[in-house]
Every structure is written in C-alpha cells, then in structure tokens.
C-alpha cells in the first residue's frame, strides 16, 4: 500500500476505516524524520494489510496536537483505534519489522479489557 499522507480531512476515514494503523509524525526539517522516513516507506511496502500514514506536524499542527506529539519522529500503532504503541525516535527496519510483529500478535479483546479495568479502577480512586 505505501504510505499515506493524512491531515486532519483524510484521518478519520483512513484511521476510522482500518484496523490495523501506524503513524510516523514527523517534520521536513528533522533530521532523523528523513533518514526514518526511507525505512519507513520500504517497510509499509512489505505490509498491504495495514495502513501506514504520514502526519507533517509543520503542516498538521492540531493533529499533533490531538496526540500530543512533543517530539520527532514519533511512532504509533493502532489496533482497532487503540493505540497500542507510541514512542519518539527513528528504528532501524529489523527493529521496526519486530514491533510489527508484536503488534500483530496482540489479543485486542485482551487489550480491551485491561483498558477497561483500568478505567473502572481510576474511577474508583477519583
């Protein structure tokens, strides 16, 4: 599939519509956003099923904020509109590929619960 360029017109379709989403918010004037930028573009052609978007924070301000994106390159995955991985820094392809994986191995009915518990438990506490 590539990579998609998303702002705030395209995100909700394109995060809303698909499982399995990562985003890599990133910067034209970051040096470590262009040499992740290649890796990134060379793993997303390795992974049809999954939606790899690109967020500009120059460009895309709110929706950097929305996330609160406070450094770059930040990378996220999102299974079934949860966010499952967020992380700044640039990965080299294996490492990058690996956390694919992982993510792709995730129980997210399992995952759903634990958020769930968590929740009912912060409502306890407040």
Same mark, same amino acid.
């Given at each position: 599939?590539?990579?998609?360029?998303?702002?705030?017109?395209n995100?909700?379709?394109?995060?809303?519509g698909?499982?399995?989403v #990562?985003?890599?918010?990133?910067? %034209?004037w970051?040096?470590?956003?262009?040499? *992740?930028?290649?890796?990134?573009e060379?793993v997303? =052609?390795?992974?049809?099923?999954?939606?790899?978007?690109?967020v500009?924070?120059?460009?895309?301000q709110?929706?950097?904020?929305?996330?609160?994106?406070?450094?770059?390159?930040t990378?996220?995955?999102?299974?079934d509109? #949860?966010v499952v991985?967020?992380? %700044?820094g640039?990965?080299m392809?294996?490492? *990058?590929e690996?956390?694919?994986?992982k993510?792709? =191995?995730?129980?997210?009915?399992d995952v759903?619960?634990?958020?769930a518990?968590?929740?009912?438990?912060?409502?306890q506490?407040?």
């Amino acid at each position: 599939m590539a990579t998609v360029e998303l702002n705030k017109d395209n995100f909700d379709q394109q995060v809303g519509g698909n499982d399995f989403v #990562i985003l890599d918010f990133w910067a %034209p004037w970051c040096g470590p956003c262009q040499n *992740f930028g290649p890796i990134y573009e060379e793993v997303s =052609e390795k992974y049809p099923d999954i939606v790899f978007g690109k967020v500009n924070t120059e460009e895309e301000q709110e929706l950097a904020g929305h996330f609160q994106i406070r450094s770059i390159p930040t990378l996220m995955i999102m299974r079934d509109q #949860i966010v499952v991985y967020a992380q %700044p820094g640039a990965l080299m392809g294996g490492q *990058f590929e690996q956390l694919i994986e992982k993510a792709r =191995e995730l129980d997210m009915d399992d995952v759903r619960k634990q958020i769930a518990e968590q929740q009912a438990q912060q409502s306890q506490n407040a």
